[in-house]
């Protein structure tokens, strides 16, 4: 018998930021990472990238894709 379970997160691969060392837990979404190399919020340590299985964010606002029309002063 299947029991369906309506709000069950969606896990998805999602590219994180880990601290390198093992015994440091921190590790941050490569999109809310504050820079391309973030360093360890705890240990201040480097940090690599890796995967980890996430729900999947609820993005309430939808992702502005628009390409803006030519800026009218570059050409002055
Ligand atoms: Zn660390």
């Not at 018998?1 to 093992?22: H, S």
């Amino acid at each position: 018998m299947m029991t369906e379970m309506p709000n069950k997160p969606e896990l998805a691969p999602v590219p994180i930021w880990r601290c390198r060392r093992q015994d440091c837990k921190a590790w941050v979404r490569e999109e809310l990472a504050s820079s391309s190399q973030p360093s360890c919020p705890i240990c201040k340590g480097e940090m690599i990238r890796s995967m980890k299985h996430l729900p999947k964010l609820v993005k309430k606002h939808k992702a502005q894709k628009k390409k803006a029309p030519s800026d009218p002063w570059e050409n002055v």
